[in-house]
Structure formats: structure tokens, C-alpha cells
């Protein structure tokens, strides 16, 4: 019997438009290497089952607490669960998430395999075909669960489906080298090109990264978009995006994506029980963006801000 991979997903976003082509399913990926302070997706850092809390709708009746058999739910200051997540059992029936009668309490992540992920996702197929779209592999970082993905790649394949991917860029080339030239195209993460800063807001160097990058280059460059994030204090400035001008022009990649610093995420972290550590200051002004873009431009590179 042929062992399957399994995939752990936390999230499907249907008829998204401004993650590749046409219109896509996205599905995010759960695990990353990195630990970026400014990251969106929390939830998809860690790669097990993780409880989530939407403290806007909780009406603090602890009903939770009174069915958590580890006894790792307590009221806060402010009447509502505090939950001790070293305490908790990861119970597999979550009788805490089944009790809670707003639905605040939730937990994130669910396993796939690649056959039931692409039966999920081909039920949009006339969308796919009508505009030119298909799937987009996002995350966390998809390329942590590369036999996952190369199973579900090879089911998309077999049907002419696209399949992009965004990543990271920290991944083992050589676990990824015997699909990666499946993916249809890649948004390829270029966060900062100082090491010592990179490892202090993600917790892990770049060299992996633009080693990666090279020799994605070299195989396939025009399928390479590069995505910033552009947040105050780490790259916002012109030196970094004279040099990402430089890198690009050297690899014949000529297309980056900026994405400006938001707190969208920021409740997540709340509802993991987790500290968010941006300052204030990440914001960066859009005029000042839109200067960043046209040095890019200036230098050959299609360049839009997203």
C-alpha cells in the first residue's frame, strides 16, 4: 500500500485576484522557518493544531473552561478565558471550541491529503478556465511540506492546472529541486540583504534565502516575482532597494512586488496568545513607497505595489 503525504492547511481563500493570474483558490500552508515580527498570518507559523480566540465576539461564559479536561482554561482580569497552551492536551474532540456558543473559540489547522486538497479546489475549475487562474500555494511556507506538495502538483498537473507559489525562500533546494519546475510561477520573499538584520526580525539568516533564489534564477527567472514587505526600520530605505535593484538586474528578474507594513494581523496574535513586537514606527508613509518603486522601475524592473 503506497503511503500519502499529509498536508497541514489552515486556511482556503476563494476567487482571491491579486495572488498570480486570473481568479485562485489559495491555500495556506501551515509551518515557516522564520518568525518574522510583522508576519500576518500567525497562525501559520507553527505547523501543529493551535487554538485560536476571537476576543471581539467572546461573551466571557467560560463555558469553555468548564469542559476543558486539562484544566488549562482560567478567567482573565477582564472575565474572559485565559488559556494556558503549555497546559493544554490538544484534546482531538476540542470540547472547549464544540461549548462555545459564539464560535470565538476555534481551533487552527486541519490535515489534507493531496487528493482531497485537489477535490477541494477543482470545484472552482470553470473559474480557473474562464480567467486564465488556477491555485496558489501560500503559507507559512508551502515548500516546509515538500512531498505534500509535490503529490498535490502532480494531480494539478495531470489536468493542466496552475499552481503558483509564495515563499520565503527558506526551504532545502534539494527536497524542492525534483518538482520546482512544475510551479507555474513563484512569489519569491526578499525581506532584507543585511544578514545580522534579517536573523533579528525573523530568528533566522538570509543566506539560504538568496543561495535559493540564485539557483531558482538561473532555472527560471521570468517566473520569479520578488515580494517586499516594506516596514520602517528594517529595508525602508533607499539603499536596501538600490541594491534589491542591483540583485534583480544580475539574476534577470525583472519583476518585485511591494507590500506595504499593515496591523491587520494583529488581533491574531492576541487570539494565540502570542505578543506582537512591531513599533509603532513600521508604517512607512505611501509617497515614500511610491518613491521606492520608481527607483526600482528606473532600473528596467517592473515594479507595482500591492
Not at 4 to 19: C, N, P
Not at 188 to 208: I, M, P, S, W, Y
Not at 262 to 268: C, E, F, Q, R
Not at 275 to 282: E, N, V
Request: charged share 25%; net charge neutral.
Amino acid at each position: 500500500m503506497i503511503e500519502r503525504a499529509e498536508g497541514a492547511v489552515f486556511d482556503i481563500q476563494d476567487l482571491a485576484v491579486t495572488d498570480g493570474a486570473g481568479l485562485r483558490t489559495v491555500v495556506f500552508l501551515k509551518g515557516c522557518p522564520l518568525r518574522c515580527r510583522w508576519c500576518a498570518n500567525p497562525e501559520g507559523q507553527e505547523r501543529g493544531r493551535e487554538l485560536m480566540n476571537v476576543r471581539s465576539t467572546c461573551e466571557r461564559c467560560m463555558a469553555c473552561a468548564s469542559v476543558c479536561p486539562s484544566g488549562a482554561v482560567s478567567a482573565g482580569s477582564d472575565g474572559g478565558p485565559v488559556f494556558a497552551r503549555e497546559a493544554c492536551s490538544r484534546c482531538a474532540d476540542t470540547p472547549c471550541v464544540a461549548r462555545c456558543p459564539t464560535r470565538s473559540l476555534r481551533t487552527v489547522g486541519r490535515e489534507w491529503t493531496a487528493d482531497a486538497l485537489y477535490a477541494r479546489v477543482r470545484q472552482n475549475a470553470i473559474f480557473y478556465r474562464n480567467s486564465g487562474g488556477g491555485v496558489t500555494l501560500s503559507g507559512g511556507e508551502p515548500l516546509a511540506q515538500p512531498a505534500f506538495v509535490r503529490e498535490f502538483l502532480s494531480r494539478c498537473a495531470a489536468v493542466g492546472l496552475s499552481v503558483g507559489v509564495e515563499t520565503c525562500g527558506f526551504f532545502d533546494w534539494e527536497s524542492v529541486e525534483p518538482f520546482i519546475r512544475n510551479i507555474a510561477f513563484f512569489f519569491f520573499d526578499v525581506k532584507c540583504l543585511d544578514d545580522a538584520v534579517h536573523r533579528r526580525v525573523t530568528g533566522q539568516g538570509n543566506e539560504r534565502i538568496l543561495g535559493n533564489l540564485e539557483r531558482l534564477a538561473a532555472l527560471c527567472a521570468d517566473r520569479i516575482t520578488v515580494s517586499v514587505p516594506v516596514v520602517g526600520g528594517v529595508n525602508a530605505d533607499t539603499n536596501f532597494f538600490g541594491a534589491l535593484a542591483r540583485l534583480c538586474t544580475r539574476l534577470g528578474i525583472g519583476s518585485v512586488r511591494l507590500l506595504p507594513y499593515h496591523t491587520l494581523g494583529v488581533s491574531k496574535y492576541k487570539g494565540l496568545g502570542r505578543a506582537y513586537l512591531m513599533p509603532d514606527s513600521a508604517a512607512v508613509e505611501p509617497e515614500e513607497i511610491g518613491r521606492f518603486a520608481e527607483l526600482l522601475r528606473a532600473s528596467g524592473i517592473e515594479c507595482r505595489i500591492d
